[in-house]
């Protein structure tokens, strides 16, 4: 199992980026994905989550209307566009698939995790 996260980098404050998770090793499609961040000396928080066919999505009020989740299931991804960036959201995104279609509603249902890409959002 494998899942490759890419995509980070350095932005100026309401800037953008966008994130991508390639998945591979086990049945993409039959899994719920989700986005989560740390950032230093901060616990690991969760971002949001893509259902299994991408028909709903759920968010963090602190990214709420400013990051979107996408996934292609043909190609095996899912994406993380973030818009209108702020130095909070700095931190090392992870990508991480959850055992069920849908979210499973705690961090401890994504039993797959990749590594992470890190973005830095400067003032």
């Known amino acids: 199992v494998q899942l490759q996260a890419s995509g980070g980098g350095l932005v100026q404050a309401g800037g953008s980026l966008r994130l991508s998770c390639v998945a591979s090793g086990f049945p993409f499609s039959n899994h719920a994905m989700g986005w989560f961040r740390q950032a230093p000396g901060k616990e690991r928080d969760f971002v949001g989550v893509?259902?299994?066919?991408?028909?709903?999505?759920y968010y963090a009020d602190s990214v709420k209307g400013r990051f979107t989740i996408s996934r292609d299931n043909a190609k095996n991804t899912m994406y993380l566009q973030m818009n209108s960036l702020k130095p909070e959201d700095t931190a090392v995104y992870y990508c991480?698939?959850?055992?069920?279609?849908?979210?499973?509603?705690?961090?401890?249902?994504?039993?797959?995790w990749g590594q992470g890409t890190q973005v830095t959002v400067s003032s």
């Open positions: 991480a698939a959850d055992r069920f279609r849908h979210y499973s509603g705690s961090p401890q249902g994504f039993n797959y």
């Open positions: 893509i259902s299994w066919s991408g028909g709903s999505t």
